[in-house]
């Protein structure tokens, strides 16, 4: 069963501005959210959008809804799109394949899927374009729509799916801008992924007992804190694998960075934790 660009509706589940910085490795993942959207744009595969209690937990993110302005967007309070009968006079209704995306992978996404699921349609699961707060939670719920019947799949499948052959009119932009290039956000964009830190004065960096930096919460180094919390979260310390994770997020300014050493300290010093090894540990410091 393939996907079919007449058929398809992608459905992008409550990607919203108070819950998406709880989720692991939310930069990466609304990365790809965006450039699945833009492949369904460019495909004439219509997108959905739907919100969990708006209200209370924020709008879709606009770097998203930026990719898909006309798209129609939804609001819910049951988990489960299909139980909130929000989806009546939208694509996702009317087309019987639906391309389901978002988060968190174990609620909205899972419930979603297996109700749509069991109606009836052919409902794709994108994995790469899926997220949770806990990694345990996402494998739990990938593998327990796979049991139910739900397909999963990956950006590049919808993406070759929905052009079918190499010489349609979209392949040469397809390929040059989505296939040549990593999913990427701007640095104002990542920010907005990451968790608020008006609780934290800074954080120091400590190495084999030494105090190393303080990044203090101040005008222009605000940035900087919230990438550097968001790598605490995600890893506890600042790692190798954290460095490479740190300079893909600083991804705007990296490239000046190596051209210009001591222009941006914080990039250096991710450069150097890769290259040393890391093993930097990571105190907060509340205010």
């Not at 006309?70 to 299909?82: E, N, W």
């Amino acid at each position: 069963m393939l996907m079919h660009p007449d058929a398809c509706t992608l459905l992008v589940v409550d990607v919203q501005e108070k819950l998406v910085a709880a989720v692991n490795d939310a930069p990466r993942l609304v990365a790809s959210l965006k450039w699945l959207i833009s492949a369904a744009r460019l495909n004439g595969v219509p997108v959905v959008f739907s919100e969990q209690y708006p209200q209370g937990l924020g709008s879709t993110l606009p770097v998203l809804k930026a990719a898909a302005v006309d798209a129609p967007t939804v609001d819910k309070t049951s988990f489960s799109c299909v139980a909130a009968d929000c989806l009546k006079g939208t694509a996702a209704e009317t087309r019987p394949q639906v391309v389901v995306c978002g988060m968190e992978a174990h609620v909205c996404v899972l419930q979603t899927a297996l109700e749509m699921q069991a109606a009836g349609k052919q409902v794709f699961l994108v994995a790469d374009a899926i997220g949770s707060r806990s990694r345990d939670d996402k494998a739990a719920a990938i593998a327990r729509m796979t049991a139910a019947g739900v397909t999963v799949v990956t950006r590049e499948m919808a993406l070759f799916e929905w052009m079918r052959d190499s010489r349609v009119p979209q392949f040469r932009e397809a390929s040059k801008q989505l296939l040549q290039t990593t999913p990427s956000l701007t640095f104002p964009e990542v920010l907005a992924c990451l968790p608020r830190i008006d609780h934290l004065g800074g954080m120091q960096l400590w190495r084999e007992g030494k105090l190393e930096a303080i990044i203090e919460n101040r005008p222009g180094q605000t940035g900087s804190l919230a990438l550097y919390h968001a790598l605490y979260r995600d890893f506890g310390a600042i790692t190798p694998k954290a460095a490479r994770l740190g300079q893909w997020l600083y991804a705007e300014h990296a490239e000046d960075a190596r051209k210009h050493p001591g222009k941006h300290p914080n990039i250096d010093r991710l450069f150097s934790l890769e290259v040393l090894g890391g093993g930097y540990g990571v105190r907060l410091m509340p205010h």
